[in-house]
């Protein structure tokens, strides 16, 4: 049986206290290991093509480049790389530009150690972080004020059981949950998630729940 390699992770921050404390957290978690650090955008970026993490937790205040800017970078030069933006700031303008630039998840610095190591290891199976109350709530709400430009389905354009895999995204279920719940396979969740991306017009999980909810295909009660 092959083993499971470790989940690589780069962090972002200008700060160096920060960055070591992160470090000194997960150097004991079995299976994640930092791989690099960066304190810069333009070093994040760098960093990232050079070590192909898995993982990035980036920072939104960055020196010479923030890192909503970064990311949209990264995205482009290491499309299979995720970036989970870290940050200190929880406010609507700063949360919907990160997902809209293609973070793939959203967490705030003030989450405790336990929750941080839990989400890296959830986050990482999927590549998805849907965002939990109040995140989520601020996604929606500055998504709105923005007009949320896109694609706008038929009422009809889901199906029955891809409406039902959406309501269960949005409560934050991994593939392996959903098609437990749903008595299929995993494969088969990944391929309605494709069919959904398609006719939602979005790139990722993120962008499809909270698409849905604006468009009243689940309830925000399902995303929050």
Known sequence: MAVKKSITILIADDQTLFREGIIDLLEDEKGLEVIGEASSGPEAIEKAKKLHPDV???????????????????????????????????????????????????????????????????????????????????????IRQIGAPGYEPAPDALTATEIKVMALLGKGKANKEIAGELGCSVKTIKNHLNSIFQKLGVNNRTEAVVKAIEKGLISADDGI
């Open 56 to 142: 990035i937790l980036m920072d939104i205040k960055l020196p010479q480049m923030n890192g909503v800017d970064a990311t949209r970078e990264i995205r482009k030069v290491c499309p299979k790389t995720y970036v989970l933006m870290l940050s200190g700031y929880e406010d609507e303008a700063h949360i919907t530009e990160a997902i809209q630039a293609g973070a793939n998840g959203y967490l705030s610095k003030m989450l405790p150690a336990a929750k941080l190591v839990q989400a890296l290891r959830n986050f990482s199976s999927d590549g998805v972080m849907i965002p939990q109350a109040p995140i989520m709530g601020k996604l929606i709400q500055g």
